[in-house]
Protein backbone atom coordinates (compact mmCIF):
# COMPACT_ATOMS: atom_id res chain seq x y z
CA UNK A 1 0.00 0.00 0.00
CA UNK A 2 1.44 3.32 -0.77
CA UNK A 3 0.86 6.60 0.65
CA UNK A 4 -0.22 9.65 -0.49
CA UNK A 5 1.33 11.96 0.93
CA UNK A 6 0.05 15.75 -0.04
CA UNK A 7 2.26 17.76 -2.30
CA UNK A 8 2.85 21.79 -0.86
CA UNK A 9 1.18 23.12 -3.78
CA UNK A 10 0.80 27.34 -4.76
CA UNK A 11 -2.97 26.97 -3.08
CA UNK A 12 -1.36 25.62 0.06
CA UNK A 13 -2.88 28.34 2.65
CA UNK A 14 -1.04 27.33 5.76
CA UNK A 15 2.30 28.23 4.07
CA UNK A 16 1.50 31.45 3.25
CA UNK A 17 0.13 32.14 7.03
CA UNK A 18 3.33 31.87 8.78
CA UNK A 19 6.45 34.26 8.71
CA UNK A 20 8.25 34.13 5.28
CA UNK A 21 11.87 33.07 5.02
CA UNK A 22 13.62 36.07 3.76
CA UNK A 23 15.87 35.73 0.08
CA UNK A 24 17.52 39.08 -0.61
CA UNK A 25 19.62 40.04 -3.16
CA UNK A 26 21.41 43.52 -4.89
CA UNK A 27 22.97 43.79 -8.26
CA UNK A 28 23.47 46.15 -10.78
CA UNK A 29 21.69 46.27 -14.23
CA UNK A 30 22.60 47.96 -17.44
CA UNK A 31 21.18 49.94 -20.20
CA UNK A 32 18.35 47.99 -21.98
CA UNK A 33 19.16 44.47 -20.34
CA UNK A 34 16.72 42.23 -18.89
CA UNK A 35 17.89 40.51 -15.33
CA UNK A 36 15.45 37.11 -14.27
CA UNK A 37 15.56 36.69 -10.93
CA UNK A 38 14.17 33.08 -9.77
CA UNK A 39 13.53 32.38 -6.59
CA UNK A 40 13.65 28.47 -5.20
CA UNK A 41 10.67 29.03 -3.21
CA UNK A 42 7.08 30.94 -4.40
CA UNK A 43 7.43 34.28 -2.82
CA UNK A 44 4.74 35.72 -0.08
CA UNK A 45 5.99 39.06 -0.81
CA UNK A 46 8.25 40.83 -2.63
CA UNK A 47 10.05 44.52 -2.02
CA UNK A 48 11.89 46.02 -5.34
CA UNK A 49 13.77 48.87 -4.55
CA UNK A 50 15.44 51.45 -7.06
CA UNK A 51 18.54 52.62 -5.24
CA UNK A 52 20.50 54.06 -7.83
CA UNK A 53 21.98 57.58 -7.29
CA UNK A 54 21.35 59.31 -10.34
CA UNK A 55 17.69 61.66 -11.22
CA UNK A 56 16.74 59.97 -13.81
CA UNK A 57 17.91 55.89 -13.17
CA UNK A 58 14.43 53.92 -13.54
CA UNK A 59 13.78 50.33 -14.11
CA UNK A 60 11.11 48.11 -14.69
CA UNK A 61 9.92 45.48 -13.60
CA UNK A 62 7.73 42.36 -15.17
CA UNK A 63 6.46 39.07 -14.47
CA UNK A 64 6.95 37.71 -18.00
CA UNK A 65 9.56 39.19 -20.74
CA UNK A 66 6.91 39.83 -22.81
CA UNK A 67 5.43 41.88 -20.29
CA UNK A 68 8.29 44.64 -21.54
CA UNK A 69 6.94 44.32 -25.09
CA UNK A 70 3.19 44.97 -24.30
CA UNK A 71 3.85 47.21 -21.00
CA UNK A 72 1.99 44.70 -18.40
CA UNK A 73 5.46 46.18 -15.64
CA UNK A 74 6.03 48.41 -13.28
CA UNK A 75 8.31 51.50 -13.66
CA UNK A 76 10.61 52.82 -10.91
CA UNK A 77 12.32 56.19 -10.42
CA UNK A 78 15.18 56.86 -8.75
CA UNK A 79 14.35 55.72 -4.90
CA UNK A 80 10.83 54.32 -5.27
CA UNK A 81 10.07 50.78 -4.33
CA UNK A 82 7.39 48.11 -5.39
CA UNK A 83 5.94 46.30 -2.33
CA UNK A 84 3.40 43.68 -2.43
CA UNK A 85 1.80 40.50 -1.52
CA UNK A 86 2.94 38.22 -4.83
CA UNK A 87 3.10 34.72 -4.99
CA UNK A 88 5.28 34.19 -8.03
CA UNK A 89 8.48 32.06 -8.29
CA UNK A 90 10.25 34.65 -10.78
CA UNK A 91 10.85 38.23 -11.74
CA UNK A 92 12.29 40.40 -14.74
CA UNK A 93 13.76 43.24 -14.12
CA UNK A 94 14.92 45.79 -17.19
CA UNK A 95 16.94 49.10 -17.00
CA UNK A 96 14.58 51.85 -18.88
CA UNK A 97 17.17 54.64 -18.11
CA UNK A 98 20.67 55.43 -17.11
CA UNK A 99 23.54 52.70 -16.76
CA UNK A 100 24.34 50.14 -14.06
CA UNK A 101 21.60 51.41 -12.04
CA UNK A 102 21.12 49.37 -8.65
CA UNK A 103 18.23 47.47 -7.48
CA UNK A 104 17.30 45.73 -3.95
CA UNK A 105 14.97 42.74 -3.62
CA UNK A 106 13.78 41.26 -0.44
CA UNK A 107 11.70 38.26 -1.09
CA UNK A 108 9.60 36.38 1.20
CA UNK A 109 9.88 33.32 1.03
CA UNK A 110 6.81 30.28 1.65
CA UNK A 111 8.28 26.71 1.24
CA UNK A 112 6.75 25.67 -1.44
CA UNK A 113 9.19 24.54 -3.94
CA UNK A 114 9.04 26.64 -7.20
CA UNK A 115 8.41 24.17 -9.71
CA UNK A 116 5.14 23.55 -7.98
CA UNK A 117 4.11 26.90 -9.36
CA UNK A 118 2.31 27.70 -12.27
CA UNK A 119 3.55 29.24 -15.54
CA UNK A 120 1.93 32.71 -15.31
CA UNK A 121 1.60 33.72 -19.19
CA UNK A 122 -0.76 35.41 -21.59
CA UNK A 123 -0.62 32.50 -23.83
CA UNK A 124 -1.67 30.64 -20.82
CA UNK A 125 -5.20 32.34 -20.17
CA UNK A 126 -3.47 35.11 -17.81
CA UNK A 127 -4.64 38.43 -18.79
CA UNK A 128 -2.65 41.59 -18.39
CA UNK A 129 0.83 39.79 -17.51
CA UNK A 130 2.49 39.47 -20.80
Keep these: M ?65 GFQTGNFFSLSQGSSLKEDLRTDRLFISCSAGTNVKFQILAGLTGIPSGQFQIITGSSGFQGVG
Design 2 to 66: SLNNPIMGEGYIPAYQISATPWVTSSLISNVAIQLMTFPEVTRFINVQNVATGAGDSIAVAFTQR
